[in-house]
């Protein structure tokens, strides 16, 4: 086909080509969710229907685009892996980003009711994407670790902060000034203390996040079959299927990974 002469204008495209042998992360997060929260009535700290829809939206993202092998998500934000060796969309980091972004804000809105019921949705939700490469699977571990740890952080400073409010009758400002350079230890114990509240029995969700990845199960079907000369019949078929599974549990140390060695590629 001939070539008109606005074709030159291509060249002006930049090439944003992520580098082999890296894991593509792609990060979103809620734009403005200090609002969004207040808006929709979130329940302080946690929200379990906000917690459900955004990993209803994850796992849309994971079934309908190619080669994400784990996706960690909490609060307003998920994490997305590609592997390594991904040739999805020429590993062109914006059509990765705004895949992934689109996905998860169009099933945030799709799957709304599913989570909210009749309360409805006030206006459209955004969320902010960025794409980080890393080259080694320690690197990407300490990237997972990194986002488990401020789950933990963010949490547990949550969770004091509204129970001494909520439980203890503290203002906001008061339960402000109360927290103010106390480590972990000194938190757990305002807890355990004062509201008889062990943190570690702190629903699993909350304290460690979500971790999506592609199991193998086993699923039984029903299915009717006709052999030659023979009554139809109902028969038993196993099959097994790729889905994916949500684990709320430690990703920081090596079991989870022992458990799952599929996830990672080798690194040599
Ligand atoms: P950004 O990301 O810079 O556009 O601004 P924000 O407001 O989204 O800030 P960010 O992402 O650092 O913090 C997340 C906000 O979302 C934070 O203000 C608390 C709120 N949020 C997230 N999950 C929940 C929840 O389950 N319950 C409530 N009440 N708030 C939540
Ligand atoms: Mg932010
Ligand atoms: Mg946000
Ligand atoms: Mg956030
Ligand atoms: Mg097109």
Same mark, same amino acid.
């Given at each position: 086909?001939?070539?008109?002469?606005?074709?030159?204008?291509?060249?002006?495209?930049?090439?944003?080509?992520?580098?082999?042998?890296?894991?593509?992360?792609v990060r979103l997060d809620g734009r403005n969710?200090?609002?969004?929260?207040?808006?929709?009535?979130?329940?302080k700290p946690n929200d379990n229907r906000a917690l459900g829809l955004m990993t209803r939206s994850a796992r849309s993202v994971m079934e309908e685009l190619e080669d994400i092998v784990i996706a960690y998500g909490q !609060?307003?934000?998920?994490s997305f892996v590609f592997k390594r060796t991904s040739t999805w969309f020429k590993r062109r980091a914006s059509k990765l980003m705004t895949h992934v972004a689109s996905q998860f804000s169009s099933s945030f809105v799709f799957y709304w009711k599913e989570f909210f019921g009749e309360q409805p949705l006030l206006y459209p939700p955004g969320f902010d994407g960025r794409v980080v490469l890393y080259p080694s699977n320690r690197n990407l571990r300490d990237y997972l670790s990194w986002r488990q740890a401020d789950c933990h952080i963010n949490n547990l400073y949550n969770t004091v902060f509204w129970t001494l409010v909520q439980k203890g009758g503290l203002t906001t400002v008061q339960a402000e000034d109360?927290?103010?350079?106390?480590?972990?230890?000194?938190?757990?114990?305002?807890?355990? !203390?004062e509201f008889d509240i062990n943190y570690n029995n702190e629903p699993v969700l909350h304290r460690k996040g979500t971790t999506l990845i592609w199991e193998k199960r086993e699923e039984t079907v029903t299915k009717s079959m006709k052999l030659p000369n023979e009554e139809e019949k109902d028969v038993a078929v196993t099959r097994r299927?790729?889905?994916?599974?949500?684990?709320?549990?430690?990703?920081?140390?090596?079991?989870?990974?022992?458990?799952?060695?599929d996830i990672l590629e080798d690194d040599t």
């Open positions: 086909m001939a070539k008109s002469k606005f074709e030159y204008v291509r060249n002006f495209e930049t090439d944003d080509t992520c580098l082999r042998n890296c894991y593509i992360v969710f200090h609002k969004f929260a207040e808006q929709h009535k979130f329940s !609060s307003d934000e998920f109360r927290l103010k350079g106390t480590l972990a230890a000194g938190k757990n114990e305002i807890l355990f !203390s299927r790729k889905t994916v599974e949500a684990h709320h549990c430690d990703i920081i140390g090596d079991q989870f990974w022992e458990k799952h060695p």
